[in-house]
């Protein structure tokens, strides 16, 4: 199993609607909580860092964390077409010494 | 957040050159850097943990002679990949920890290395 998975899409959303896009991590130690967004060709930027179960909003942006599930999501609302990109899911572990692991990411696709 | 620059944005070298990668941060002291790699519709993948002053972490499987790595100064961390070999060819991206005790990582726009 990998520590932490995503499902690597194609999620293809219509504009104006809202995106979804799910991450499971295993290990229940795990404290730290991002989600990074990478164009094709860049690297990545941090968009939502969460550290306490529930929501956590951002403009169109809302990260949902549920550690009893060991599940972490990010919502992007009125979807537009500069969000195609991939999003990529970070956990970090408790300890100052953890480091941060990353998903393989979702490809995220919105289309007019 | 934290300013990463990275230099170069880009090179192609021939096979068993060794070629060095800069890492600056820009706008404040980073006591510690990290060095990733990223292969094509791949993850990032934790190479180093670079560490000012003294000797840097090297994950499991990465091959610390060959991927040799200084953090010199509070702003400055080099990878110099020695030898490079087409294999070697990736993404290489390095990251800052921002502020005291964050754990937020920014990351530096990356060099993508062509080994020919």
């Known amino acids: 199993q990998k520590e932490v998975e995503q499902n690597s899409g194609p999620l293809s959303v219509p504009e104006g609607a809202i995106a979804s896009l799910n991450c499971t991590y295993s290990?229940?130690?795990?404290?730290?909580f991002f989600w990074y967004r990478q164009y094709s060709g860049k690297s990545p930027e941090l968009i939502m860092s969460?550290?306490?179960?529930g929501d956590k909003e951002d403009g169109r942006f809302t990260a949902q964390l549920n550690k009893a599930s060991q599940y972490v999501s990010l919502l992007i609302r009125d979807s537009q077409p500069s969000d195609s990109a991939t999003y990529l899911c970070?956990?970090?572990?408790?300890?100052?010494?953890?480091?941060?692991?990353f998903g393989s990411g979702t490809r995220l696709s919105i289309r007019p | 957040g934290a300013v990463v620059s990275q230099h170069p944005s880009w090179v192609i070298c021939k096979s068993g050159t060794s070629v060095k990668i800069e890492c600056r941060s820009l706008?404040?002291?980073?006591?510690?850097m990290f060095w990733y790699r990223q292969f094509p519709k791949q993850s990032l993948m934790l190479m180093a943990t670079?560490?000012?002053?003294?000797?840097?972490t090297y994950e499991q499987g990465v091959e610390k002679d060959k991927f040799l790595i200084n953090h010199a100064s509070l702003t400055l961390s080099t990878l110099t990949v020695t030898s490079a070999h087409p294999e070697d060819s990736s993404f290489y991206i390095c990251?800052?920890?921002w502020g005291l005790g964050s754990n937020e990582q920014f990351f530096g726009p990356g060099t993508r290395l062509t080994v020919l």
């Open positions: 970070a956990v970090k572990g408790y300890s100052s010494a953890s480091k941060i692991i």
């Open positions: 290990d229940r130690g795990s404290q730290s």
């Open positions: 706008d404040f002291q980073a006591t510690t």
């Open positions: 990251s800052v920890n």
């Open positions: 969460i550290y306490s179960n």
């Open positions: 670079s560490n000012e002053g003294s000797k840097a």
